[in-house]
């Protein structure tokens, strides 16, 4: 059996009613994703990946460079302009662009997870930490309260969110901790592949490295699939066993890692490297 | 028949039952959509009435729909048949409605319009009973915006009201709801079913009579037709509880009129100050008192 889990073909967005010439004067090499034409931007243009069960892809570039654009696409917050996204699942395999509304807010509640950078995005904050888990839980049909008591607890434990504070507000934890929550909520139904939008963005290097080696530790417990979009090499290094560079909407550099980090092929990436040692 | 009515139609200077012959068909086939959709929130052009919105016009509009002469009408608020609204709105039906006869009794109606209560007395398949509902949808609680609730609704996704639950159970050990108690409705939709105390919602299951519930306000009508699941939303291992009246040993308070135990009590404290308990079902309370048969 095939491990690949998700194949993107061709995804592009654009912002604004768009033009012929839209994807031809915009890019990298033009050094502008708006269309000097008809003034539409171009988010994300033919991007093209594979993602294998367990694997975690990084996807890196300055802000605006399309990488938070495409995995709303792929988590259904945004709908592409043009492109194809095949979810395997066991022996199902879904075109996700073709599922209606309803199949793509079942498909989000019970087989993918999301964490934003912002936790106010990903976090119900006018319920506790255990209700913000059972809520996730609840949509994936199981209603037994003691077994949902159970599995929350049991998540919480695993993010190293303290028992004792299942029953608090979320809002009255750190960041860090916010974080970790979020992390226990896109992991209640155990999906298959997970999103991290800037998951580290915003706290400090103590807090980013344990939630750097909590994702780690999930990804070989659970063996769950997920796309890191960061702007911080440190975290490509540390997560991602293949990367994506984009820039203007587009993916100018992918491959191993350790090969984009040790011999950048692109400019941009050069810079980046660069910048950054 | 009532015989003795002093107006007649021709002098009132408006249809039979106050709406035009066009409005009432309009409600009876919103009526009957909701019947064919058990708990479907059915939208229908609620019309202005002579009394605020607020006072029970979404009911008295189905009941003025459905209402003929050889109806009987019972008017319930709160379980009293005296109270204010309660006569108002059963005047208002005499006057609108010459010829209906109007009682107390639950058996003799054919038409029961309740605000807040389902009688005592079981119903029979040949009366209708009309709730009086405030806010007809239970997801306003945990989502503002209607078309979101829509689709939760169409989706069946009542995951978020299960979380209120879960949060009253984790702060308080129990659900709190007192009334309006999500309750689903023949395995899907799950309805508000009007301000009715949790005793009441088991009543809904199954019921032999049909039951209707309109909100003017929000121009809505749903039903819940005879013989129909009615489930209180609830968790697989937490069951659920109707209010049991027990004192701190575990007594159960009687009424203080007819001494029933086995019916839905109001408590109020007297004037020493005093708290007692009566039953909310006044037509029930009295009946047990004249047969002397109160459990």
């Known amino acids: ?56 892809l990084g996807i890196i570039g300055e802000s605006g460079s399309g990488k938070s654009s495409t995995v709303k696409m792929l988590y259904f917050d945004d709908t592409p302009t043009s492109g194809q996204a095949t979810f395997f699942d066991g022996a199902e395999q879904h075109d996700l662009f073709s599922l209606n509304a309803a199949q793509q807010r079942s498909m989000r509640n019970k087989r993918f997870g999301m964490v934003y950078q912002n936790p106010h995005m990903g976090l119900n904050f006018q319920i506790s930490a255990g209700g913000n888990i059972a809520e996730r839980l609840l949509m994936s049909d199981l209603k037994h309260y003691a077994e949902i008591r159970r599995r929350a607890g049991e998540l919480l434990s695993r993010t190293e969110v303290s028992l004792a504070r299942i029953d608090q507000n979320p809002k009255t934890f750190s960041g860090g901790m916010q974080q970790r929550v ?38 070989n417990e659970l ?4 796309i890191v979009v960061t702007h911080d090499l440190g975290v490509i290094r540390l997560l991602a066993g293949r990367t994506l560079v984009m820039k203007h909407g587009r993916v ?21 490297v660069a910048s950054a040692l | 028949m009532n015989e003795n009515y002093e107006l007649p139609l021709e002098d009132a200077g408006y249809s039979f039952g106050f709406l035009d012959e066009y409005a009432k068909k309009e409600v009876r086939r919103c009526i009957l959509k909701a019947i064919a959709i058990p708990g479907y929130q059915t939208p229908y052009a609620s019309r202005e009435m002579p009394m605020g919105r607020g006072f029970g016009t979404g009911g008295l509009q189905i009941t003025l729909s459905l209402i003929g002469v050889q109806d009987t009408l019972k008017v319930i ?19 609108t409605c010459p010829g209906v006869d109007v009682t107390e009794k639950t058996e003799e109606a054919s038409l029961l319009q309740s605000r807040h209560r389902i009688p005592e007395k079981p119903l029979t398949q040949a009366q209708i009973l009309i709730l009086q509902v405030p806010y007809p949808d239970a997801l306003v609680v945990v989502e503002a915006s209607e078309a979101r609730r829509k689709i939760m609704h169409a989706e069946a996704d009542y995951s978020r009201l299960l979380v209120k639950l879960y949060e009253d159970i984790v702060h308080f050990d129990e659900i709190t709801i007192s009334h309006r108690y999500p309750t689903r409705i023949n395995g899907h939709y799950v309805i508000d079913p009007s301000p009715i105390p949790r005793w009441d919602v088991p009543k809904l299951h199954q019921s032999k009579a049909l039951v209707l519930l309109g909100a003017g306000r929000e121009k809505k009508i749903y039903a819940v037709p005879p013989y129909t699941l009615a489930e209180p939303l609830v968790f697989d291992d937490i069951a659920f509880r109707v209010e049991d009246f027990r004192d701190a040993t575990g007594v159960r308070h009687a009424c203080r ?28 309370c009295e009946e047990q008192q004249q047969t002397g048969s109160a459990a």
Not at chain 1, 24 to 47: K, M, Q, R, W, Y
Not at chain 1, 252 to 272: K, V
Request: proline share 4%; hydrophobic share 40%.
């Open chain 1, 223 to 226: 063996d769950t699939a997920m």
């Open chain 2, 77 to 95: 608020d709160q379980g009293s048949d005296d109270s204010v609204n309660a006569v108002n709105l059963r005047q208002f039906v005499q006057l």
């Open chain 1, 1 to 56: 059996m095939s491990r690949k889990i998700l194949e993107v073909r061709g995804l592009s967005r654009i912002h604004g009613k768009g033009c012929p010439l839209c994807t031809l004067h915009t890019g990298p090499e033009f050094d502008t994703n708006i269309c000097p034409f008809c003034g539409s931007v171009v988010a994300a243009h033919d991007i093209n990946f594979d993602l294998y069960r367990g694997e975690i």
């Open chain 2, 257 to 284: 009129c007819c001494g029933s135990t086995v019916s839905f009590l109001d408590e109020f404290s007297n004037d020493q100050g005093m708290v007692a308990y009566q039953c909310s079902d006044s037509a029930y």
């Open chain 1, 252 to 272: 100018i550099e992918s491959g191993l890692t350790d090969q984009i980090l040790e011999d950048p092929q692109h400019a941009y990436t050069q810079r980046l």
């Open chain 1, 182 to 219: 979020q992390i226990a909520k896109a992991l209640a139904t155990r999906p298959p592949l997970l999103f991290l939008d800037e998951v580290t963005t915003g706290l400090d290097l103590s807090v980013q490295a344990a939630i750097l080696d909590l994702i780690l530790e999930i990804q």
